[in-house]
């Protein structure tokens, strides 16, 4: 097998990052707000999306890096905040994936980018504007989402 080009080695190590910083800080919100969704649901598919880096780590004989982010992200004062950076924080995650994308990958890497890419923007980003719209309207900074599913509220679906 031919070496990984530095190029995607450094789109391994960012994309890893970027979901290991996803991980932490959800996993955060849950310890400071409770099991409210979409956090949970997001937080396991965040380890999801970790592991499947992990088996492109392995497969081509790289070093994993630690997971340094764990007490080292943003705390939210409210529900709401954290409601809010999840959209800008999966907006973001798209532009990642997107750079990372415009040059070229072997197939097995550019594949596993477009599927985290692709569970972000139709996934993640929506589940986050929902519960961020939820938490405006209703006006709680407290958990309306809670045991891992959105609640349904009045005026729209969950």
Do not use: K
């Amino acid at each position: 097998m031919d070496r990984l080009t530095e190029h995607e080695i450094e789109a391994l190590r960012e994309a890893l990052d970027d979901e290991y910083h996803a991980w932490a800080t959800y996993d955060q919100v849950i310890a400071d707000f409770g099991e409210v969704a979409p956090f949970v649901n997001i937080r396991e598919a965040e380890a999801r999306h970790i592991e499947a880096l992990l088996f492109l780590y392995r497969a081509f004989g790289l070093q994993v890096p630690e997971n340094d982010w764990p007490g080292r992200v943003e705390r939210y004062p409210s529900l709401q905040v954290a409601c809010e950076a999840g959209v800008a924080a999966e907006v973001a995650n798209a532009g990642l994936y997107d750079r990372l994308l415009a040059e070229p990958v072997r197939p097995e890497i550019a594949a596993v980018l477009q599927r985290l890419r692709q569970a972000s923007q139709e996934r993640h980003l929506p589940a986050f504007r929902r519960c961020a719209g939820r938490q405006r309207v209703e006006g709680s900074t407290e958990g309306d989402c809670v045991s891992g599913r959105p609640r349904r509220w009045r005026g729209g679906r969950s």
